[in-house]
């Protein structure tokens, strides 16, 4: 078991200044596979003078040498593909096909996309007799969830990074040890000191005390809506830029008319992905009342090539929860919408057979559900799709918006306008037309309480400046 006493701070590990330990499980085994330290004010309090401390310097540094730095952080992540995957499938439990290709890949694509980004980026711009130029907003606390833990870091340590500001990051406490790999890729790519801080520890002890950091400029926080409240409102208090990335309880639409088949093989795999822990899932499927019994059967179907099982096979497709909080709570949500009347069609709260140890649920598909329902309200995040019944398409639109999130959704229709043209009403961040993929480069956010701001692309690195007006 490795144990870990530092932390990231000043570009050295430097042994942390707060006593406690966090213990890693791994999701499969149950088994304690490292600890590090539960850092909290004094180690935070380091971290953003280190950051501070560097800021004026690297905001003054040109964009080639943003890029040299970068360009060597991107080959580092390049380099460690197989085991940041390994990392993520050993703390998380995401299976290691989907680790290698998404957890691994995914940041490894985003942190190329920065390069070009940051290449083209005009940080000035002529405005009649003004020049406004695009700064650094500073010192960026990053503060990242469990269930793509490098992706949600480098979404954000990335582009805060070519947009000239220091970063302190406090990772999840169930994923730190990717966090750590990070850190040290960072290190390897030779960054001046303090331009990149990693503190682990208690969301409600170093999370809470970096948000309200009187030297943090900006707060970026990817986590759960209740969570995001609390940050927004510390924030507030401080006059500090927050940029909040929440949770979803998004909406495929099945138009009459789509190739219904696909529609609903598409949002299976869309739903079970990374055991059901991503916050962008459909977790919501609405199809037309007429084709109702046939798209459960077709969901039914698909969900059967779905067995749970370890996930360092390479060939598991569904790996355990993060956590026995979270096994709980999803089986929680699928007793409470059975005793609310909605049919089980496959899976359920009961342990998976043949599995005794590890956090694994069975994988779940729920007809009969309608909107009233708390798993048509409230985010789950574990493998369980709900099916809804519409009437017609305004019926459609009201269920698609009846929630308070709004991160993403799907619409399937015979036609690309027919799609086009409902996904315009859907009051959320980003719709796939008939399958659309996903793209690193598009602005990714939500509406409502799914969020404010937006990360990837130009949008996100836009995040991280502030103009100032220059008159002539
Ligand atoms: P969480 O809100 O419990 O924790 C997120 C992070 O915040 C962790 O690092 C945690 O330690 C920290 N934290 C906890 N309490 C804090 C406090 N009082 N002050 C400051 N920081 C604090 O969320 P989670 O359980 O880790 O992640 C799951 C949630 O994240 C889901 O709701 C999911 O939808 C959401 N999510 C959203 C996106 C998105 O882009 N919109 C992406 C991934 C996950």
Same mark, same amino acid.
């Given at each position: 078991m490795q144990q870990h006493a530092d932390q990231y701070i000043g570009g050295a590990w430097r042994p942390s200044l707060d006593g406690g330990a966090i213990e890693v499980v791994d999701p499969a085994t149950e088994t304690v596979i490292a600890t590090v330290p539960a850092g909290a004010a004094a180690d935070i309090d380091a971290a953003v003078a280190a950051a501070r401390a560097a800021a004026r310097g690297w905001a003054a540094t040109g964009r080639e040498e943003r890029l040299a730095a970068l360009t060597r952080l991107r080959d580092g992540l390049a380099a460690a593909q197989a085991e940041i995957a390994a990392t993520v499938t050993a703390e998380l439990g995401s299976p290691i096909g989907f680790a290698t290709a998404v957890q691994a890949g995914l940041p490894l694509a985003v942190a190329s996309s920065y390069l070009e980004i940051l290449a083209g980026y005009a940080f000035e711009e002529r405005v009649g007799n003004s020049v406004v130029h695009a700064e650094p907003v500073g010192v960026v606390a990053a503060i990242t969830p469990w269930n793509y833990p490098l992706h949600q870091i480098v979404a954000k340590v990335v582009p805060a990074l070519a947009a000239g500001c220091t970063v302190v990051l406090k990772p999840a406490e169930d994923t730190p040890l990717v966090a750590r790999l990070f850190a040290r890729i960072v290190d390897e790519a030779g960054f001046p000191a303090g331009v990149f801080n990693l503190v682990t520890g208690a969301g409600t002890v170093a999370g809470a005390a970096l948000a309200a950091h009187? *030297?943090?400029d900006l707060v970026s926080f990817t986590g759960s809506t209740a969570v995001g409240r609390t940050v927004a409102e510390t924030a507030g208090r401080g006059i500090k830029r927050v940029a909040l990335e929440l949770g979803g309880k998004s909406a495929n639409v099945v138009l009459p008319g789509a190739d219904l088949a696909r529609a609903v093989n598409v949002n299976v795999a869309n739903v079970f992905a990374n055991s059901g822990q991503t916050c962008s899932a459909w977790t919501r499927l609405l199809v037309h009342q007429d084709q109702y019994e046939e798209a459960v059967e077709l969901a039914a179907k698909a969900a059967a090539k779905y067995t749970p099982g370890d996930p360092t096979d390479p060939a598991t497709r569904l790996g355990p929860l993060v956590n026995a909080r979270q096994l709980e709570r999803v089986r929680g949500y699928i007793r409470g919408a059975l005793d609310q009347g909605a049919r089980l069609v496959t899976g359920g709260p009961d342990r998976p057979d043949g599995l005794e140890r590890g956090h694994y649920v069975r994988p779940t598909v729920l007809a009969d559900?309608?909107? *009233?329902m708390t798993v048509a309200q409230e985010e789950i995040f574990g493998p369980v799709l709900s099916i809804l019944a519409y009437r017609d398409e305004e019926h459609a639109l009201e269920l698609a918006n009846g929630t308070q999130y709004g991160l993403a959704g799907g619409v399937w229709a015979a036609d690309q306008d027919t799609a086009v043209a409902f996904a315009l009403r859907m009051d959320t961040g980003q719709v796939d037309i008939n399958g659309g993929r996903f793209n690193p480069r598009a602005p990714f956010g939500g509406h409502k309480s799914s969020g404010i701001g937006r990360e990837l692309g130009t949008h996100g690195l836009a995040e991280y400046l502030h103009t100032k007006s220059l008159q002539f």
């Open positions: 009187p *030297d943090v559900v309608t909107a *009233d």
